[in-house]
């Protein structure tokens, strides 16, 4: 063996290892950085979090919550109407609220009922005033007419339909 310095060269062409590797590591240094790439997103109704701003699945106030649900389902007009039994003393004030009370709504015309016929002549003379603050608070088209009947006795009646015959006897002994 010679006293030359032992030859680590494993490709053969006169470099080093360690120069090899430098010049690897030089060489992808100066070539342009790949580009990274993002994740794709997934589609907003697949994706399990919501983003920074604003989004539909963040959580939202009951009465946001039920204003959709009315909006969804189309109870606008059903909401206002059903607001007649609850505002009727706002709407007609109490003195008149004491005496007569909202019975049926159906298709725009609302009946009452009034304590006393006197109550009921009275309530019929304001019936332009009445619809129009009904009109005011509800909205248009809830109510059309209004209808006003006084005291009844009980009937053995219930419904719209009515049979003819002989009617109620006393049956009882």
């Not at 794709?40 to 979090?49: A, I, L, S, V, Y």
């Not at 059309?144 to 109620?168: F, I, N």
Request: hydrophobic share 30%; glycine share 10%.
């Amino acid at each position: 063996m010679s006293g030359d310095a032992p030859n680590n060269n494993v490709s053969g062409d006169g470099d080093a290892p360690k120069d090899q590797a430098r010049k690897l590591l030089d060489r992808a240094r100066r070539a342009a950085p790949a580009k990274a790439r993002r994740p794709r997103r997934p589609p907003p109704d697949e994706q399990p979090w919501s983003g920074a701003g604003p989004d539909d699945r963040d959580p939202s106030t009951i009465g946001d919550a039920v204003d959709h649900l009315v909006r969804d389902r189309q109870w606008e007009s059903t909401l206002r109407s059903a607001g007649i039994l609850t505002r009727w003393d706002r709407i007609v004030g109490a003195d008149l609220s004491e005496h007569c009370r909202p019975v049926r709504l159906e298709a725009g015309r609302l009946s009452c009922v009034a304590e006393s016929t006197a109550w009921a002549t009275q309530i019929r003379l304001l019936t332009a005033t009445l619809l129009e603050r009904i009109t005011a608070e509800l909205g248009s088209g809830v109510v059309t007419s209004l209808h006003v009947q006084g005291p009844t006795a009980p009937d053995w009646r219930h419904g719209p339909l009515r049979v003819t015959g002989r009617g109620p006897r006393d049956t009882y002994g």
